[in-house]
């Protein structure tokens, strides 16, 4: 256990406003190291649980949805990217080229283009269409070292994007189902958008020049908007080069905003790539690009909820799930196996034995932990355990195998809620 957790403040109040930067250091959660370089951070292992479990939760949301996953590398030439418009367009905030031979490697600002080229290697008809294409993918952002910060400004990310390569008729539909998808995703990790943006371009050129484009993709994402019903505003300025999007703003303890999920769609790159599927006529039809991602960053979204729940995550988000409290040392051996138990049923859990100290002190050390199960003489000969809750409840003793049973149907729900008094049928 971690004695950090003995730290008084890190439960005050029922929604603590927190910095994650000192949170997640405290809870051993992430850190960085100068040699490693600014904004590179590395995960420790109960952050990682973290980052493990929320990029699960969205691949299966995903497959659900009808998205199939791929892997791309995070390096491409720089004719790749000469090719989607980032480098004439998002140049400065790209790492400069590597130089390999007679080639320039960059490290990839996005995975949109790579996407495309995976869409391309291959024959499509109209009747494979939409096409879902999603990746929990490594990109890099070469940000100005005074901007870094925490999880929420890094040069590495893990984006969770995905592409729909669709027809033109088909477009608003899935954009729709997105934000969708979207919502649902929010709702489960409690997470609460102060707005929705229609991102639309602003003077200079870092846009590409096609008015004809922006207006039919910006019609579309309206029309979006309008049909999922939810209060938005324009905000010119602050569109992709390439087209609009729909930000899905939150806001931090300290009211910063900034943007998690998006929707975009997109005319501009499927022309580039030269993409195209054979439609019900024999003929070549452009397809339409819908980028849209669900939780943004891994980083950026772990950082907010951090701060939003203060280091006393959902039973299902938690780092250790399950703590085991032997009363003296003759209970470990029951302690050892019911921990075994655990983790063969796929729950994160931990044995604080005697050595951590007296039970109250190891009650009190665990408090983050959703479920406590004290295991004294009686407990350990019967194989039952008496359960302690986060939120203060003490449960009657009942047999180990029911308790696990309960506490994985209410993990496997990723919901809110720590017990319920009827168990799952």
Known sequence: MNERLKN???????????????????????DTDPLMGSGLPYWLPDGAAIRHTLEEFIRGRERRAGYRHVYSPVLGKRELYETSGHWDHYRDDMFPPM????????????????????????????????????????????????????????????????HVFCTPEQAADEAVAALELIREAHRAL???????????????????????LWQRATALLTDVLERSGVPFEAAEGEAAFYGPKIDVQIADGAGREFTLSTVQIDFH?????????????????????????????????????????????????????VVLLPISDAELP????LRQRCLD???????????????????????????????????AVDDRVALRLRDGRRLDPMPAEEAWSRIGALVADCGAELWRDEPAR
Not at 8 to 30: I, N, S
Request: glycine fraction near 12%; include cysteine.
């Open 269 to 321: 790159q499927p022309e580039r790539f030269n993409l195209h599927y054979i439609g019900p006529d024999g003929a070549k039809h452009r397809p339409v690009m819908v980028h849209r991602s669900v939780i943004g960053s891994v980083e950026r979204v772990v950082a907010h909820l951090i701060e939003l729940y203060g280091g006393a995550f959902p039973a299902w988000l938690a780092p250790a799930q």
């Open 99 to 162: 130089e390999l031979g007679s080639e320039e490697m960059v490290l990839r600002p996005s995975l949109c283009p790579h996407h495309a080229l995976i869409f391309r290697s291959r024959p499509h008809s109209y009747r494979e269409l939409p096409l879902r294409m999603a990746e929990l993918g490594g990109m890099y952002r070469s940000e100005l070292s005074g901007v870094l910060g925490g999880l929420t400004r890094v040069r590495a990310i893990q984006l969770n994007d995905a």
């Open 190 to 212: 409690g997470v609460v958008p102060v707005r929705y943006r229609l991102s639309l371009p602003g003077e200079g050129g870092k846009y590409v020049a096609d008015p004809g």
């Open 345 to 379: 049923l796929g729950l994160r859990a931990e044995v604080a034995g005697p050595e951590h100290g007296s039970l109250g002190a190891r009650i009190r050390e665990a408090r983050l932990v959703p479920y406590q199960a004290v295991i004294g003489a009686k407990e």
């Open 8 to 30: 008084d403040h890190l439960l005050d109040g029922d929604r603590p406003a927190h910095d994650h930067r000192k949170l997640g250091r405290e809870l051993d959660l992430f």
């Open 334 to 337: 029951q302690a050892e196996r």
